[in-house]
């Protein structure tokens, strides 16, 4: 059932506190729609919460990454910031994204977004990804928004490409590149510094995990989709990404929306509170100032 946004108003002597809404059964999210405004002490406390979730969502240690992103600013450039909260008030997972203009056109650049293990079929990060999609598109229902993000986890690609089609979101193998599309792969390559390592052809951006020593994945990402599968293979080298972009609007996200209310019927749901799966391990908070954090937002 949706619910409204409950937005908890800070005194002046207090950090920007989150947005606290449901996501879906189980689960909510702690929102922040001002990052830049968050203190020194509060950056620290998300960014080693955030670093903690990345290295339990990928099963590789990303210290160098964050840190790389938070020593550049990341949290003076995200619009909006997002933790998926179990029934506990544990974090679980998290996204967020940089509102943008982009070959003349409002988009949206979807950040990093990653869930633990153990709650991966509750569908959260598609939830999240409705939320965000949801809350800029209802501006703009006709026009819609472009939707750019960069990754090299084909199961990523496959599910945007398969719930929207090769008319919406490219580079596919069934049309060529629109003209447009080049232009706002191209500006955001620019933006994420990636410009000089973007193939206008493929989309392919080389090294664009330069920053990570080691491997980004703990075992080598899979969607299930054989012919997406050997595409990444033979394309997307171990350092490098995807540079996907689609096109949504008020009926594509119905549309996606309904798809996925139809797939959580027959998902197999955690219990309610978000516990994993009979004979995982319970997520454990990843920071022990998670609580100080949170806990005046819940209040």
Not at 47 to 70: P, T
Not at 115 to 124: S, T
Request: with cysteine; glycine share 8%; proline share 8%.
């Amino acid at each position: 059932m949706l619910t409204r946004d409950r937005v908890l108003h800070p005194t002046p002597a207090l950090d920007p506190l989150p947005t606290i809404r449901d996501l879906c059964p189980g689960y909510r999210i702690a929102r922040w729609d001002s990052p830049a405004d968050l203190s020194a002490d509060r950056r620290r406390r998300l960014h080693m919460i955030l670093r903690g979730l990345a290295a339990r969502a990928f099963g590789a240690d990303h210290s160098a990454y964050w840190h790389a992103r938070v020593q550049g600013g990341f949290f003076d450039r995200v619009t909006s910031l997002a933790l998926i909260l179990d029934h506990g008030g544990v974090p679980v997972g998290w996204g967020g994204y940089h509102r943008l203009h982009l070959a003349g056109r409002p988009a949206l650049y979807l950040d990093a977004t990653g869930v633990v293990p153990a709650h991966r079929r509750a569908g959260l990060t598609s939830a999240l990804m409705t939320h965000f999609l949801t809350r800029e598109i209802r501006t703009r229902p006709l026009r819609g928004v472009d939707v750019v993000m960069r990754t090299r986890h084909p199961a990523v690609y496959a599910g945007w490409l398969h719930s929207l089609g090769p008319h919406r979101v490219f580079p596919n193998t069934r049309r060529p590149l629109p003209a447009r599309v080049r232009r706002t792969a191209a500006e955001a390559a620019d933006w994420l510094g990636d410009g000089p390592g973007l193939d206008p052809d493929t989309l392919v951006v080389r090294d664009a995990y330069r920053v990570f020593d080691g491997d980004i994945y703990g075992v080598r990402p899979r969607s299930g989709h054989s012919d997406i599968d050997d595409l990444f293979a033979r394309t997307v080298g171990p350092k490098d990404a995807l540079m996907v972009v689609a096109h949504l609007d008020a009926l594509a996200l119905a549309r996606c929306a309904l798809a996925r209310a139809a797939r959580s019927r027959v998902r197999r749901m955690p219990a309610l509170g978000g516990r994993p799966r009979r004979g995982e391990r319970a997520a454990a908070p990843v920071h022990p100032d998670t609580a100080a954090l949170l806990t005046a937002a819940r209040s």
